[in-house]
């Protein structure tokens, strides 16, 4: 197969054949086709038969290969498509190849335009985004999500990165809650070592002022300080002030 290509750059024309043997496009001198093009790389791309087709591989350029206003790395070309490279335009005559080689690009344009129409039109996915696409794209974003997120914690390098979430208490993200809830635990031992002597006084135990009710005391205010010191999110200020943290 071998397929004949006219590169324009300005008023300049040139024609080039390619075949199993790649050719290369460029301001440089080692390319097989040199042009007069400033915004070419000096190696820019290259086409070659492949598969009995006609293909073109950008070659790592400065200002890219476009394929009908596309930027490509390697892309197969059809009969009327139009190539840029630089300021260079590409495109297949079709009055300098030969009948058959443009039969063969032309059938291959239109099958290669088709297949994608056939999959459309048989996909339910497709008909859902006609009909509601509001709904249908939610659907799809969801369901992309979730197979990717399991697709990932199949692999031993992400399970370890998934990590359910809990909902953030919007309190503790109040600092003056934190502030009250200090002082609360700081007085609560305190108030524990009074409490038994108080309620002996309200109640007129003759008893007050006793060795039990000074065990009592201490037992109390011994109790909340502990707790304080053992379990600083839990503490009774935490609970007042909805701050409490599991």
């Known amino acids: 197969m071998k397929v004949v290509l006219q590169a324009k750059t300005g008023s300049k024309e040139v024609l080039f054949e390619v075949s199993s043997i790649p050719v290369i496009l460029g301001r440089g001198d080692k390319a097989l086709v040199v042009l007069p093009d400033t915004n070419c790389s000096r190696n820019h791309c290259r086409f070659f038969v492949r598969d009995g087709g006609l293909w073109v591989e950008d070659m790592q350029s400065k200002n890219g290969t476009f394929v009908n206003a596309i930027k490509t790395d390697k892309k197969q070309i059809f009969l009327n498509d139009k190539i840029n490279i630089g300021s260079t335009e590409i495109r297949i005559p ?117 060795m039990t009710t000074t065990v009592i005391s201490l037992m109390l205010g011994g109790i909340f300080w502990y707790w304080n010191k053992k379990f600083p999110t839990k503490t009774l200020g935490r609970k007042l002030l909805g701050i409490w943290e599991d």
């Not at 999500?145 to 109040?174: G, S, W």
């Open 94 to 210: 079709t009055h300098k190849n030969k009948p058959e080689i443009v039969k063969l690009l032309q059938t291959q344009s239109v099958a290669s335009r088709e297949e994608p129409i056939l999959r459309v039109e048989t996909n339910p996915m497709i008909d859902e985004l006609r009909h509601n696409p509001l709904k249908a794209l939610k659907t799809v974003n969801e369901g992309t999500a979730v197979i990717n997120k399991k697709k990932l914690m199949e692999n031993k390098l992400f399970k370890d990165a998934f990590v359910e979430h809990k909902r953030v208490n919007p309190k503790l993200t109040q600092q003056w809650r934190f502030k009250i809830a200090k002082v609360i635990d700081t007085i609560s031992p305190i108030i524990a070592l009074a409490l038994p002597h108080t309620l002996i006084f309200i109640i007129g135990i003759k008893t007050r002022g006793t």
